[in-house]
């Protein structure tokens, strides 16, 4: 399973364990396409040497070495505040009182890794099962406003199906002696903010690329391998048999509307072989040597995007001052 953010919009930097139950999604910095980890994407990774594995239930207030690169759910509404913003002056211009939809309401974990490594908390399991509250709805969007064809020009560029909205493909008519912006309002706000590169506003690929293998590689290392099989034991005293803790977490049967007496009781017992274990201290120490490992090879890259990122929030602090 890949692990992935579920908000409002498309961001990929918050990583939720619950397979099958939850689901990822970007705001972020304008590296180039070909800004990826070093080397092929299916080479093999040296091993990190782990010296030390502190004690932890959870990894809550744990931050991950690729967060720095990576938008917080604040910085993310930030910018689409800011872009909504400037959508709506530049719909002004043009005399249309547009008003930007709000992003749908979505389930957001407290921290990005609050539920990276699964649950933690056996009493909270006992209650929800594998999924936090108000993470198994996929919460509906709202239906967009029916929009005339001129303001849909105006807004992005474009009416014609076979062009992308608010695409560089699209503006540049004019309008009541206004010529439209490329990508109509929708692309000027975008270019305003530095939000107009190939990630379209979210997270740069290579932060994603990190901040995800360095989740799928961890389970291979030695160290959280060993911890898996411990963890399996104790599961099966338990009357649970799995291998890992994503097997127990993506188990077909849990994807309910609501979490059922075996898999309250299923949760409980995976958080607390976690916790009697010692998994979540290790699989996060593991996690993070990865991500230190990549961030140096990658450190050049990083620190690009990392200067994009102050920028474009520096850009957007602007426009919601005004």
């Keep these: 399973m890949i692990p992935f953010r579920a908000t409002g919009h498309p961001k ?154 608010g695409s560089k493909a699209a503006g540049g008519q004019v309008y009541h002696g206004r010529k439209i912006p490329v990508g109509g309002c929708v692309g000027e706000a975008r270019a305003r903010l530095r939000s107009d590169g190939p990630e379209a506003g979210g997270d740069a690929e290579l932060s994603n690329d990190i901040n995800i293998d360095s989740f799928e590689t961890s389970r291979k290392h030695p160290l959280v391998k060993a911890v898996f099989a411990k963890w399996s034991r104790c599961m099966r005293a338990r009357g649970f048999s799995y291998p890992d803790p994503l097997a127990a977490t993506g188990d077909s049967a849990w994807r309910t509307s609501t979490a059922s007496t075996k898999e309250k009781a299923a949760a409980r017992a995976d958080a607390e072989c976690k916790k009697q274990n010692n998994v979540v201290g290790v699989w996060y120490t593991v996690d993070a040597a990865l991500q230190r490992q990549a961030i140096e090879k990658n450190s050049a890259a990083l620190a690009k995007i990392r200067k994009a990122i102050r920028t474009r929030l520096d850009l957007a602090a602007a426009v919601l001052a005004e």
């Design 12 to 165: 990929a930097a918050v990583v939720l364990v619950t397979a099958a139950v939850l689901m990822t999604g970007g705001c972020s910095s304008s590296s180039p396409p070909s800004s990826r980890p070093s080397g092929p994407k299916n080479a093999a990774v040296v091993m990190p040497e782990v010296s030390s594995v502190p004690r932890l239930i959870t990894a809550a207030d744990r931050a991950l070495p690729v967060a720095p690169y990576l938008l917080s759910d604040q910085q993310s509404d930030e910018l689409t505040a800011a872009q909504a913003t400037l959508t709506e002056q530049c719909m002004a211009r043009f005399g249309f009182p547009y008003k930007s939809p709000a992003p749908a309401p979505a389930f957001r974990p407290r921290t990005p890794t609050e539920f990276r490594y699964g649950v933690t908390d056996p009493a909270r399991a006992a209650v929800d099962g594998f999924a936090p509250p108000g993470s198994r709805t996929v919460p509906t969007p709202a239906e967009p406003p029916s929009l005339s064809a001129r303001t849909t020009l105006v807004l992005t560029g474009t009416n014609d199906p076979h062009v992308k909205p």
